[in-house]
């Protein structure tokens, strides 16, 4: 099946700090999701992305659909310590009926 | 607004036992996904219905089965269990004929002894 390489895989960080991870893909997308997952919850939808260098900001979250539509990225800046959890990107395919995960970025924030 | 419903959120069963989890759409959704999800794992696709019909199958065992009804809610049944099921199990709903977004419910963790 499609795969979608999610990186990094985790990241410690210091309060303040801005971070950023990405997601590549062989396969052209439609649509870019990212979700924040925290323990034992489901994921939460932060940012939809349609159009190819479409760059979308969700408060200090900001993401963009890469040109190529193969790619898109996630940055937050100013992390705070409530910024835990593991951030998953999700890629729709074209014939709209799929959709293919990231293996996640778990992000720690330390105070 | 309202959101994807799952029931229970927890079930404790036992080696050989079944198991039955429920998914209740966001209104108007007509396409619903179920996915597995192990400790430290991304989510695995297990199976999706569109418009009450089997759309597309993952890496679903032969033990578990699923389907849709005519309210579109979803249910997915699982014999036999085996402890390696032990998991949270998710529902997610989507309008099928849009591009767009997959809203997730918060999970039936299901424990097998």
């Known amino acids: 099946g499609q795969q979608l390489n999610q990186s990094p895989q985790s990241m410690f960080i210091q309060e303040g700090e801005d971070v950023s991870m990405n997601c590549t893909s062989s396969s052209i997308f439609n649509t870019w999701l990212w979700y924040k997952q925290e323990p034992g919850e489901g994921p939460v939808l932060l940012i939809a992305l349609y159009k190819a260098g479409e760059l979308t900001s969700n408060g200090r979250l900001t993401a963009q659909f890469g040109i190529t539509r193969k790619d898109s990225f996630l940055n937050i800046s100013a992390s705070i310590p409530s910024d835990v959890g593991i951030y998953f990107c999700?890629?729709?395919?074209?014939?709209?009926?799929?959709?293919?995960f990231g293996s996640g970025t778990k992000l720690n924030v330390k105070p | 607004a309202a959101g994807v419903i799952q029931s229970p959120r927890h079930l404790i069963k036992e080696k050989r036992e079944t198991a039955t989890l429920k998914c209740y759409p966001i209104?108007?959704?007509?396409?619903v996904y179920w996915y597995q999800q192990g400790p430290g794992q991304d989510p695995q696709f297990l199976i999706s219905?569109?418009?009450?019909?089997?759309?597309d199958k993952g890496s679903i065992p032969d033990r578990f089965s699923a389907q849709q009804f005519s309210d579109y809610h979803s249910e997915l049944n699982m014999s036999s269990l085996e402890l390696g099921d032990s998991a949270l199990y998710f529902c997610?709903?989507?309008?099928?004929?849009?591009?767009?977004?997959?809203?997730f419910g918060e999970g039936s963790r299901l424990t097998v002894l």
């Open positions: 997610a709903s989507y309008r099928g004929t849009d591009t767009g977004e997959l809203f």
């Open positions: 219905f569109y418009e009450k019909m089997q759309s």
């Open positions: 209104p108007r959704h007509d396409t």
């Open positions: 999700a890629g729709q395919s074209r014939n709209f009926n799929k959709f293919y």
